[in-house]
């Protein structure tokens, strides 16, 4: 496809500039390539589109038709070329975001709005789901990551550290004792998370790589976070999971940090995934920029 738009280009151009040594400083090769060019064009069409002699070229009745039509392939081209060119310059467009429910809602949706504030010619839909998306399947610009990256596929770009803890209510642990073993688990309500990928409503992990594994019980299990904050606020159980769900209620009071004789799992980090670190539109570049700056200033209490 490029030596046949090569080629169509060369024609035009010889035509328009009066020859082909014109074409060819033009664009910049020789002489005798762009000569080499137009033969292969006529070649493949199977007709002659000029008669060339040493001082001019004249348009054949097939050299006529097709140069009316090739400008205005071309022409169709350099304006795709302009637009996507434009578009890789230009922070706007649809910018689709993939996040965790719980993560989304209390810090990208209004991350979005403000980023919306900076950069009005962005539109973004930001899709909030626990699983992990396929981003080229599904075709999303980027996703929002807890953990440790494990698609090779993409570019994962650190933007803060996660830690877990364990929390619980004043009133729950003033009824039913502060554990400070992980032995103590066994005799209280764990709330647990219900994850499709993760065992964590029914076995709860220590030690850095969470090999210490202990099952617990619960009266209440969900796979969202934030509702098993409201639970254990309102003095269900205890609950173990990120830290930043628990954040404002723990500022507050609401609910109280458990220290326990082991090390909780290491969660890793907040991460951006894309596609590739190359070729990354300026919306994209824009918005990463952003959440690198943001989400840092956010974490400090996590």
Known sequence: MADRLT?????????????????????????????????????????????????????????TAYLERAERILADVAEADADASAQARNVEGLLRVSAPATFGVMHVADLAAEFHRLHPGVTIELGLDDRYVDLLEERWDMAIRIGRPADSSLVARRLAPMRLAICASPAYLAERGTPTTIADLRDHDCLGYTLVTSPGAFVWGFGRDGSQQLPVRGSLHANNG????????AGQGLVYGPRFIAEQALDRGDLIEVRLDADYMDLGAVHAMTHSRRRLSAKIRAWLGFLADRIPRRAQGW
């Open 7 to 63: 080629g169509m280009e060369v024609f035009v151009r010889a035509i328009r500039l009066g020859g082909l040594s014109a074409a060819a400083r033009a664009m910049g090769m020789s002489p005798t390539m762009a000569a080499r060019h137009l033969d292969q064009l006529e070649a493949r069409l199977g007709t002659t589109l000029v008669h060339r002699t040493t001082r001019r070229l004249a348009l054949t009745d097939a050299g």
């Open 226 to 233: 934030e509702a098993l904050i409201r639970a254990a606020l």
